[in-house]
DNA sequence: GGCCGTCTGTGCGCCAGCGCCCATTGCAAC
DNA sequence: GTTGCAATGGGCGCTGGCGCACAGACGGCC
């Protein structure tokens, strides 16, 4: 996709609606930026705006009681953060904090239950997206209870690339740890392997996919059922 | 709740909807019986029930390609199998099996989507419950990360009673093994740990428990978000 | 009452990831 | 350029869970 203008569209969700929506909703929305770390929900804390990312990348992560951390699920242009909003719960007990700086469009939060009642388009959309997130909720827990840290870094670095449309990354060892929820030396490790594989280039915070099939070969089938139910939920063809 | 005469009541789900809807929904139920091990849904392919667990507990469950498993979530009288019915899915990429012998109330996915679509107090429910499975899907997650066999093993166990408002479950080591993802002789430990502990009886696949709080004590924080997150999404009392 | 299959308990060696510590290396700011 | 700090790379010993193999123990069935 072109850099260009910033416009709604480089959202999946948002560039799948029939125009007749589109012309209603995109004017309520908001291109906000979203920095490196930001937290956009607190677990339990009730949520004022939904997301549409852009160009960003926004983490939905378990902090516990302890301090120890897990990331459940990445959300990128092809969702939204804050499904449970149109959920009904208002809250959950996850924190949304922003991975990958850019911007997104930000929606007020009853602004989308008026247009989620109308049960139109955009309420298809949302809940069929949910059902992609649920898959890669579950993934994760069985990723995280199965495989590698070394096929894990490799999915999430593949999951984030294509939430990314991109094959670089900005994102330390140490952020990488915790939303894996590993030793900031096991990532050191994964990478380390992964690198000297030559599939990817590693340079203080800088991550540049070289072999994408070869990192797609290593990873865990865990990958693959995520992005396929997501192309299988929510089709997507960038010339909308 | 008294075991006396099967009633779609027995399911909180159901038991929340207003009188008017009662009275349209329930005949459209069937009582069905749930053999212990019987597969409800196989992953990818096409669901024409759902189903409201009456006294029995359902399994969602995530089987690998190398025929390794794990349970992403359980379902029992307080929730419906087969949401990605509703949320437009259709198919999901897990099991659904049988993991405590019972029965439910069948609905035809067809009849299900047309109630879902009058947006009515059903759908209110459908969504808020799909929230608190998301919820313990994360929690799944995080715990497989994060909390040891013996935590996991006490999480487990609490989940399942809570669904049998029981204190004794039919399930064999082996069994459970399938569930939490790991080795039978890691279950003989952490069950064994736990018997000694004096907080529960286990002879040949049947667990009573002696000491509740003793449990809540010992397993992770995982048992109580999730509790907290379904009572706050979807208050139950017995009595309704 | 005896047999058999299922279920449970235990004992190895093995390894991935943890916790801790420290050495090195770039980038950036001055 | 120098300095300072963030980021990376490695080296310990430790432990939880794995894979495998086998020994009891209980329960149902004839």
């Known amino acids: 996709m072109a850099q260009s203008e910033p416009h709604p569209r480089q959202n999946h969700l948002l560039a799948a609606l029939p125009a007749a929506d589109a012309e209603r909703i ?28 852009a160009t960003s990348i ?12 897990a990331e459940i699920a990445i959300v990128g242009n092809e969702g939204i953060v804050g ?33 989620f009642y109308l049960a139109g388009p955009m309420q ?32 999430w670095l593949l999951l984030s690339l294509d939430r990314l ?6 994102m330390t060892q140490e952020l990488i740890a915790n939303m894996l929820g590993v030793r900031r030396e096991g990532v050191t490790e994964a990478a380390g392997n992964v690198q000297r594989a030559g599939l990817i280039t590693y340079q ?3 991550i540049s996919v070289i072999d994408r099939p070869g990192l797609e070969a290593r990873t865990c089938e865990c990958y693959a059922v995520v992005k396929k139910e997501l192309d299988r939920l929510l089709p997507y063809s960038d010339g909308l």
């Open 204 to 206: 203080r915070g800088h």
């Open 83 to 115: 499904v449970s909003l149109f959920m009904g719960g208002e809250t959950t007990p996850s924190r949304a904090v922003v991975q990958s700086a850019g911007h997104a469009y930000r929606w007020a939060g009853q602004a989308l239950k008026n247009e």
């Open 124 to 155: 298809r959309l949302l809940l069929r997206y949910t059902q992609s997130l649920m898959t890669q909720m579950a993934q994760t827990a069985v990723c995280n209870r199965h495989h590698t840290l070394d096929q894990q870094f490799c999915r």
């Open 26 to 53: 995109f004017p309520q929305l908001e291109y906000v930026p979203m920095p490196l770390g930001h937290v956009l929900y607190e677990s339990g804390i009730q949520m004022r705006h939904v997301y549409f990312p």
């Open 165 to 170: 449309s991109s094959n670089e990354l900005v």
């Open 58 to 69: 926004v983490s939905l992560l378990y902090v516990m009681e302890d301090g120890a951390s």
